[in-house]
């Protein structure tokens, strides 16, 4: 009869634990800001910087309510060189769910928060296009962390003919033009309509009639689903403002069975990168890849160094493979 006891007064303080902890949370998401910050963070993730410019308030306000989304374990953070990406903390359940799904619906200012994401997720897009547009033409006589043909050999290495290859971000296309020599079809997607034009121009020039240039989203690339053997992003990833979306873009367009190669840098601390280069990301971790992978539906990942530059600020290039 004590054991009973015992166990059942036990479960009862881990009820009672798990009824504080939503009541706090209920107290949290009271305030309608906090709950708009939530909505936004629910699949996406934001700097301070860009959730003022979509909700229109004061840093202090945001960093405020972020500071209590996050000590209830509503929304995380990552640090990423001098700035801080905020997202909601996986899939709440129960109430808080509800409550998130029902104020998507309900509240007045949600509709308003939605287009003003899409126009700030769009904007990261545009300042990386941008820089790319000013690049066209010139990739060959200016540096780019990571672009080196040491780096770009061990992908291309592994090619079997004859393969369906999708150059993601692909730039003018050297890579691309690369693996046309040996490919069945090389598709060339890039966001930079200039990239495209210049790349398309030297494929015509070089006779590669298996290549072809799409202008196109990485996260929504222009390619049928299951129609291609080899999904390759050359140092793209760090540029791209959703790298999971991107991969799980890959993981859509792949056959049963094929494969993605991912160049990219490995985590840095070099924040000028973000003005010099237009990058968005200062690098992944090996486990960030392996993660990203994995819940894109990847299995077989392998990854390792394979470049380390011997100049300032010494970025090194990771080589990331895995399977569909």
Do not use: C
């Amino acid at each position: 009869m004590l054991k009973v006891r015992l166990y059942v007064l036990r479960y009862a303080n881990v009820f009672m634990g798990q009824m504080s902890s939503t009541i706090k949370s209920l107290r949290v998401l009271s305030d309608p800001t906090r709950l708009r910050l939530l909505l936004l963070l629910t699949g996406e993730e934001l700097t301070v910087a860009e959730l003022q410019e979509i909700l229109g308030m004061a840093q202090s306000r945001i960093s405020a309510s972020l500071g209590l989304l996050k000590r209830e374990d509503l929304v995380r953070a990552r640090r990423v060189g001098k700035n801080i990406f905020y997202s909601a903390a996986g899939d709440p359940g129960g109430v808080v769910a509800a409550i998130r799904e029902s104020a998507r619906e309900d509240l007045p200012e949600a509709a308003r928060d939605r287009a003003a994401l899409v126009l700030t997720m769009r904007k990261r897009k545009d300042r990386a296009a941008e820089y790319f547009n000013k690049l066209a033409g010139r990739f060959g006589r200016v540096y780019v962390p990571g672009r080196s043909w040491q780096a770009l050999a061990h992908a291309a290495l592994g090619l079997l003919p004859p393969m369906v290859i999708a150059d993601m971000g692909a730039g003018e296309g050297m890579l691309a033009q690369l693996m046309a020599r040996t490919a069945k079809k090389v598709i060339a997607v890039d966001n930079s309509e200039k990239m495209v034009e210049f790349g398309s121009a030297l494929a015509r020039e070089h006779g590669f009639r298996n290549l072809e240039y799409r202008v196109g989203d990485v996260e929504e690339p222009p390619i049928e689903p299951g129609s291609v053997d080899l999904a390759i992003f050359s140092q793209v990833l760090h540029h791209v403002p959703s790298p999971p979306r991107a991969l799980a873009a890959a993981h859509r367009i792949l056959k049963p069975g094929g494969r993605v190669v991912i160049l990219d840098l490995a985590s840095h601390s070099y924040e000028q990168a973000r003005e010099l280069y237009a990058h968005i990301w200062l690098g992944f971790a090996e486990v960030e890849f392996f993660q990203m992978l994995k819940k894109a539906g990847f299995s077989k990942i392998h990854s390792s160094i394979v470049a380390r530059e011997v100049e300032a600020p010494h970025f090194q290039t990771l080589l990331v493979t895995a399977a569909k």
